[in-house]
Each structure stands twice: as structure tokens, then as C-alpha cells.
Nanobody, 123 residues
């Protein structure tokens, strides 16, 4: 069973940067992608980014392309989300995910989630 623990959230001004980390443990299948989704208050959870098990393939939501970068360190069992040029609309709880992407490659078909970390971007 996969366990995911996020860290690195916080309060930042618009234009600033944060790096989220996700510590993974348990069995992660090589067919799994790792990634992030977010949920703003009063809104549905939305896909942010994903990376293949090997790290060779990445996918991003249009809203974060060019600003966010996902990466992973297999040896350390870590997944990261570098967030630059943050905007107030990026404010949300960010969840680490492990699972299978849908055919669109920008949503999760099946996923295990972490407990989430709050990111707040002030204007």
C-alpha cells in the first residue's frame, strides 16, 4: 500500500516561489505516475502535474505550464513540485498522488492521495 506525505506549503506573496515535497513509501508500481492535484475552497480537486515512474514523461495543466516543474528522486522516494511566479489563484490545498492517468493524461483515473499541504498566495 502506498503512503504519501506532503510538505513545503505555506504563505507566499504573488510572484514568489515554493517547492512542495512528497515522501513516498510502500509499493509503487512501475506503471504508476506520480503527481499533484489541488483543491481550492469551494471548488473541485483539479489536476496540476504528473510524472512517469521513470521520470521521462511529464504532464501539466494549462494553468501551470511554464511556471511549475515536477520532478522525482527515485533513490530518495521523493516527488517535488517547484512552483514559480505564483498567483493568488494558485491558492489551494495541494495533494500528492500516485496512480494511473486517464486517457487525457491531465486527470487521474485511479489515485492514492496524501493528506495535503496548504499553499496560500497573497496579492
Amino acid at each position: 500500500q502506498v503512503q504519501l506525505v506532503e510538505s513545503g506549503g505555506g504563505l507566499v506573496q504573488a510572484g514568489g516561489s515554493l517547492r512542495l515535497s512528497c515522501a513516498t513509501s510502500g509499493r509503487i508500481y512501475t506503471s504508476y505516475n506520480m503527481g499533484w492535484s489541488r483543491q481550492a475552497a469551494g471548488k473541485e480537486r483539479e489536476f496540476v502535474a504528473a510524472i512517469s515512474w521513470s521520470g521521462g514523461s511529464t504532464n501539466y495543466a494549462d494553468s501551470v505550464k511554464g511556471r511549475f516543474t515536477i520532478s522525482r528522486d527515485i533513490a530518495k522516494n521523493m516527488v517535488y513540485l517547484q512552483m514559480n511566479s505564483l498567483k493568488p489563484e494558485d491558492t489551494a490545498v495541494y495533494y500528492c498522488a500516485a496512480g494511473l492517468l486517464s486517457t487525457t493524461q491531465v486527470s487521474w483515473k485511479v489515485a492514492t492521495w496524501g493528506q495535503g499541504t496548504q499553499v496560500t498566495v497573497s496579492s
